[in-house]
């Protein structure tokens, strides 16, 4: 660990950083006591997150034309498809009962 004072740190910069490039620690006093105020170190390069990074979950693929080809004549939305790989299961619809217990426990 290399140490130096605010006036040697002015003066000798440029060598207190390679060192911390090095991968020293650099510590900077101030004072005739030497008190530590400041600390070098260097700063370590992360790596870019890359693309397909939830490949592990083993999502089915969903190919081009799904999203680019026309719909079936007659579509209306409303239909559930086991084949459609973009089509949510849909909720069960909540009872009125439900519903007022909901919002009494929420107030």
Same mark, same amino acid.
């Given at each position: 660990?290399?140490?130096? &004072?605010?006036?040697?740190? #002015? !003066?000798?910069?440029? +060598? $207190?950083?390679?060192?911390?490039?090095?991968?020293? /620690?650099?510590?900077? &006093?101030?004072?005739?006591? #030497? !008190?530590?105020?400041? +600390? $070098?170190?260097?700063?370590?390069?992360?790596?870019? /997150?890359?693309?397909?990074?939830?490949?592990?979950?083993?999502?089915?693929?969903?190919?081009?034309?799904?999203?680019?080809?026309?719909?079936?004549?007659?579509?209306?939305?409303?239909?559930?498809?086991?084949?459609?790989?973009?089509?949510?299961?849909?909720?069960?619809?909540?009872?009125?009962?439900?519903?007022?217990?909901?919002?009494?426990?929420?107030?």
């Amino acid at each position: 660990m290399a140490s130096a &004072t605010i006036f040697e740190a #002015k !003066t000798n910069l440029s +060598e $207190l950083i390679k060192k911390a490039q090095a991968g020293e /620690k650099v510590v900077i &006093t101030s004072g005739r006591e #030497k !008190t530590p105020v400041a +600390e $070098l170190t260097p700063i370590i390069a992360h790596k870019p /997150k890359r693309l397909g990074f939830l490949a592990h979950l083993n999502l089915p693929s969903i190919s081009d034309s799904v999203w680019f080809d026309p719909l079936p004549e007659g579509w209306t939305g409303m239909e559930e498809r086991a084949d459609d790989p973009l089509l949510m299961p849909k909720r069960k619809p909540v009872s009125q009962a439900a519903r007022s217990a909901r919002s009494r426990t929420a107030k």
